[in-house]
């Protein structure tokens, strides 16, 4: 029997999960988590991971396998990764890009990512003084989601949440 | 049809594993610390697209990813040729990634209308990532092709070197026949090249570089590696008979320099295949 209450618990156990590169975000929060299932106690977790080649996977999967078994009433958890849809920067909660910001990330820009459009946007907000004077040093950085920034207001360097 | 399948996704991630490899050679080394991180990215992007690629295969064969990608002898690897050549030097790096970029770009357009579900999910999934390259890849090629004369002529140099092997990349498949019947591809890889060709032509042209140092081996049967003997002394093994230069990875053929880099990633694997990673 499909349990919705169940679901409901383990989905804010979910909350709990973090991202294990920016510890200040959980999984819900950059909407990773697809859909929650519980059939009897039988739960099955689907999440969209960030970049296909993203090495925090591995323990993303651990930890919801970890926070779903500590849930009561649990008996088998299972972890499904998908890669439809494709998971986008448009699903980060406002809640996350807010978490993301206070953390000196940059969210990315709002509004829909173009897949044709190879420039990155043109401002990323600074944030830490809120500048928007800023440019863009390397669209890469040190993890497979993030690009380099220096903003000339505030004279710091920062990273961006890249959009995708 | 699974053999389809295989034959088309094996070549898929051996070309973004081995050409990862080489881009993680950069590790340490590139020319300045921003395009230390970029390639170190752009390879650790490109490894993990090959690990995606083979878990399609693993669920489909059986097999395991590891074992795909470290399990294997050097002549059951389908990349081009192009993807193991050696770094050279950091304008041959260059080339051959924006060439490679440009290239899987239309490649992974057309993998969105595969009509394996997986694969074109896949494929969606990993053009929004690829964006990237092609992005920092055509800041390069434009920023030195718009510099010092020097900068110019090495480009072209490596455009020399490398454009030939770049169409390669869209030989013939093994089991192309079924690959199409299936639609696992919605057109053929020579429809492909033709499309690489034009775009990649055109943005040249858009670039100042002169298009015309390529344009002319499209077609050609007998293209010999226009400046660089090297290319052509490292065919020279009896096993690599190849018919072209730098022709025949779709085939499993390789050059010596593939061999020494086989040697290297697949040697912890030789040693402990049983190893948990």
Not at chain 1, 36 to 45: F, G, K, T, W
Not at chain 1, 143 to 152: L, V
Not at chain 2, 58 to 65: C, I, K, Q, Y
Not at chain 2, 156 to 183: P, R, V
């Amino acid at each position: 029997m499909v349990s919705a209450s169940l679901a409901e618990t383990v989905w804010t156990a979910l909350g709990g999960v973090m991202d294990p590169e920016i510890p200040a975000v959980s999984i819900t929060d950059m909407g990773m988590v697809l859909d929650v299932v519980a059939e009897d106690n039988d739960v099955s977790v689907t999440i969209l991971p960030t970049f296909t080649g993203c090495p925090a996977i591995d323990v993303i999967v651990q930890d919801v396998e970890g926070a779903v078994a500590a849930v009561e009433g649990v008996e088998s958890v299972r972890v499904k990764l998908v890669y439809d849809p494709p998971w986008s920067t448009e699903r980060i909660s406002p809640e996350g890009r807010t978490k993301l910001r206070q953390s000196g990330l940059a969210p990315p820009a709002e509004g829909p990512v173009l897949v044709t459009d190879i420039r990155l946007p043109e401002v990323a907000v600074c944030p830490f003084c809120g500048g928007r004077d800023t440019a863009n040093e390397n669209p890469f950085g040190p993890t497979p989601c993030r690009a380099i920034y220096y903003c000339r207001s505030c004279r710091n360097p920062f990273e961006q949440f890249k959009p995708v | 049809m699974k053999e389809a399948l295989v034959s088309l996704v094996t070549a898929l991630a051996d070309d973004e594993l081995i050409i990862g490899h080489r881009h993680s050679e950069w590790t340490g080394f590139a020319p300045h610390i921003e395009e230390d991180v970029a390639f170190s990215s752009i390879a650790q992007d490109e490894i993990g697209h090959a690990a995606a690629y083979y878990s399609l295969i693993a669920e489909v064969t059986g097999t395991s990813p590891d074992h795909m990608a470290l399990g294997r002898e050097p002549f059951e690897y389908r990349n081009a040729v192009l993807c193991e050549r050696l770094n050279r030097d950091w304008s041959y790096s260059l080339v051959r990634h924006w060439l490679y970029d440009t290239a899987d770009d239309v490649r992974l357009a057309a993998l969105q209308e595969s009509a394996d579900a997986s694969l074109a999910a896949l494929a969606t999934k990993m053009r929004r990532e690829e964006r990237y390259h092609l992005l920092h890849a055509n800041a390069w090629i434009k920023r030195v092709s718009e510099g010092p004369v020097e900068g110019r002529t090495r480009l072209i140099d490596a455009l020399g070197m490398c454009y030939a092997e770049a169409l390669a990349l869209f030989d013939i498949l093994e089991f192309e026949d079924s690959i199409l019947e299936n639609n696992l591809l919605p057109c053929s890889s020579s429809e492909l090249r033709g499309r690489f060709s034009m775009r990649a032509t055109s943005e040249l042209d858009d670039f100042g570089l002169p298009a015309d140092v390529h344009r002319d081996l499209d077609d050609s049967a007998e293209f010999l590696a226009s400046s660089s003997g090297d290319l052509i002394a490292s065919e020279k093994d009896a096993s690599s008979a190849s018919a072209r230069p730098g022709i025949g990875g779709r085939a499993g053929m390789h050059s010596d320099e593939f061999k020494a880099l086989w040697d290297e990633m697949t040697s912890t694997h030789r040693l402990h295949p049983e190893a948990q990673w």
